[in-house]
């Protein structure tokens, strides 16, 4: 277990649970409860990916910094540049501090597109038109 660089996805020890009698924790956490922190992807000029270690010893892709996206124009996809962000479902300041996650509507040289898939998970942003 990490000190830095992680983060517990598990039952609370102090939460109340059915008749309001506390949980008793009979077991300490485990390495493979731990989760990753929140990879925040900002717009940049190029993109930047940093592949972190997984469960297993596989590897993942988290994308640092966005520049372009691959936009969804028919039936096939092409690579264009990211100019800005318009807006953000998940949080308004996301748009003001250049954060891309999912559903993120971004403009493009081809027009306004909305973020399809989690960039932060995948190491990649796939968009389609809006």
Do not use: C, W
């Not at 983060?7 to 059915?18: A, E």
């Not at 297993?56 to 092409?78: H, T, V």
């Not at 559903?103 to 190491?123: F, L, S």
């Amino acid at each position: 277990m990490s000190q830095f660089g992680s983060q517990f996805h598990g039952k609370s020890g102090t939460k109340l649970s059915g008749n309001g009698k506390s949980l008793l924790k009979n077991r300490d956490k485990r390495r493979h409860e731990m989760g990753g922190y929140f990879a925040s992807t900002r717009l940049a000029g190029e993109n930047s990916v940093k592949r972190v270690r997984a469960r297993g010893g596989s590897r993942k892709d988290r994308l640092q910094y966005a520049g372009f996206a691959n936009l969804l124009s028919g039936k096939a996809y092409k690579k264009v540049r990211i100019k800005a962000i318009v807006e953000s479902h998940d949080n308004r300041n996301f748009a003001r501090l250049n954060i891309i996650t999912k559903g993120t509507i971004i403009d493009t040289d081809e027009g306004k597109a909305v973020v399809t898939n989690r960039p932060g998970r995948d190491g990649f942003i796939n968009a389609s038109k809006v």
